[in-house]
């Protein structure tokens, strides 16, 4: 057995999924850690958004039973109008109400765990990995957030010879990429939009260091995959589109462009978080249009992938 390099580094996790698929090539198991510099509205994981662990609630699980109240000695869980409610205002996370949660309505995102846990977790899959081509994927939230624990997982996952994705904003100094880019076979690099105002408005931070990353990264030979996130009224525009392409064809080592149609399925997340999602209106952009921005990118002579694949 394999002696971990660095067991004392500990991460906040707030999921590990098996079997994925659509992030990155073969299946794979998705390390998705907290914390991120964006805030974008569209986002489907806004578990992933702070860097602390945060209470869940899923009113659809609830069964009613109120041991969770029970169990609140901040009083932060209550009844009102005959359901659960929580105040996060007087809530510390404590884990007191979800450890009585028989039907998993209340739970905790978010957990400290070692490279030791994570990387144990990581090859109970590894026949799949080579079966398919697949490996280990480093998500978020963003993972360059916990530079050397995503630092000392590459080490440890490399030393398997466990193929290694980082899916990124790509927003860091670029120090921190640049001195984990040995150990990273794949970058899955998003490219929200190239207008600057735009981006400000819907994520909260400027794009100029993130398409410099992109560039200085391409240029170092870095292999990468572009992830094109396309919400309707915000970025699917046709001059935004032609010219992230024209931006994307002018780079080195691209091997392709994915697009991800903007979808709903993290309304719900929003609600148990007790946050407000504000793109409620928007609905998907249609088959047509995605077909659409597939065409206008190809005739630039770039590759483009729908969904993760």
């Known amino acids: ?52 662990p945060e209470l869940v609630y899923r009113a659809s699980r609830c069964i009613g039973c109120n041991e969770c109240v029970k169990n609140c000695s901040r009083r932060a869980v209550s009844v009102l109008s005959n359901r659960i409610s929580v105040d996060r205002t007087k809530c ?3 884990d007191d109400c979800s450890s009585v949660c028989s039907s998993d309505a209340l739970s905790i ?45 590459l080490v440890e996952c490399k030393q398997r010879a466990i193929h290694t994705t980082v899916d990124t904003c790509g927003l860091a100094k670029y120090e921190i990429i640049n001195r984990m880019g040995d150990k990273v076979d794949l970058f899955l690099f998003d490219i929200k939009t190239l207008d600057g105002r735009i981006h400000r408005r819907y994520t909260g931070v400027s794009n100029q260091q993130i398409l410099r990353n992109l560039k200085k990264l391409s ?18 525009d046709d001059e ?11 780079l080195p080592n691209i091997q392709q462009v994915n697009l991800l149609p903007y979808h709903r399925a993290g309304i719900e997340k929003y609600k148990s978080l007790g946050k407000p999602y504000k793109l409620g209106k928007i609905q998907p952009p249609s088959t047509q249009k995605i077909r ?18």
């Open 240 to 250: 935004n589109v032609t010219r992230t392409a024209e931006f994307v064809r002018s």
């Open 292 to 309: 659409s921005i597939k065409k206008r990118i190809e005739a630039l002579g770039v590759k483009v992938a729908v969904g993760g694949g």
């Open 219 to 236: 240029e170092n030979g870095s292999q990468i995959i572009v992830s094109f996130p396309i919400v309707p009224g915000i970025n699917d």
């Open 92 to 94: 510390l996370v404590c």
């Open 1 to 52: 057995m394999k002696v971990l390099a660095v067991s004392l580094k500990k991460g906040m996790i707030f999921d590990i999924r098996k079997y994925s698929i659509h992030d990155g090539p073969g299946i794979r198991t998705t390390v998705f850690f907290k914390g991120c510099p964006l805030h974008c509205w569209w986002c489907h994981n806004p578990e992933g958004q702070d860097l602390r």
């Open 109 to 153: 995102a978010g957990r400290l765990m070692d490279v030791e846990e994570v990387v144990e977790e990581i090859e109970k899959d590894q026949a799949f990995y080579e079966e398919s081509g697949g490996g280990v994927t480093f998500s978020g939230g963003e993972p360059l957030m916990q530079p050397d624990f995503l630092n000392a997982l």
